[in-house]
Nanobody
Framework: QVQLVDSGGGLVQAGGSLRLSCVAS????????MGWYRQAPGKQRELVAA???????NYADAVKGRFTFSIDNAKNSVYLQMNSLKPQDTAVYYC???????????????WGQGTQVTVSS
């Protein structure tokens, strides 16, 4: 099993910044990809940013140039630095991990519990 704990959300004014964190714990797995998703009220969950094992980072067009995804492999952690926040960034943000379990070679997909980001105008 893999546990993801995400944190760092809060209330911020438009133009402000927040940094989200996600820590992965457990044993017997390797990470194929990790990412951040968000879900606003009444909308589907959408990709914000994700990185694959090859190191390529993909960003949603709506956040390019404002958000930065980073990884600390030593801490099994990923971060999302969010700058120049806009009211339309308001959502619950979720950390996601795409893993391979060993020795069974069974894939797994895990989610954090979510952290609320609210941007006031």
């Amino acid at each position: 099993q893999v546990q993801l704990v995400d944190s760092g959300g809060g209330l911020v004014q438009a133009g402000g910044s927040l940094r989200l964190s996600c820590v992965a714990s457990g044993s017997g797995f390797s990470i194929n990809a990790m990412g951040w998703y968000r879900q606003a009220p009444g909308k589907q969950r959408e990709l914000v940013a994700a990185v694959t094992i090859g190191g390529r980072t993909n960003y949603a067009d709506a956040v390019k140039g404002r958000f930065t995804f980073s990884i600390d492999n030593a801490k099994n952690s990923v971060y999302l630095q969010m700058n120049s926040l806009k009211p339309q960034d308001t959502a619950v943000y979720y950390c996601n991990a795409d893993v391979m379990h060993f020795p069974a070679l069974r894939p797994g997909d895990y989610w954090g519990q979510g952290t609320q980001v609210t941007v006031s105008s």
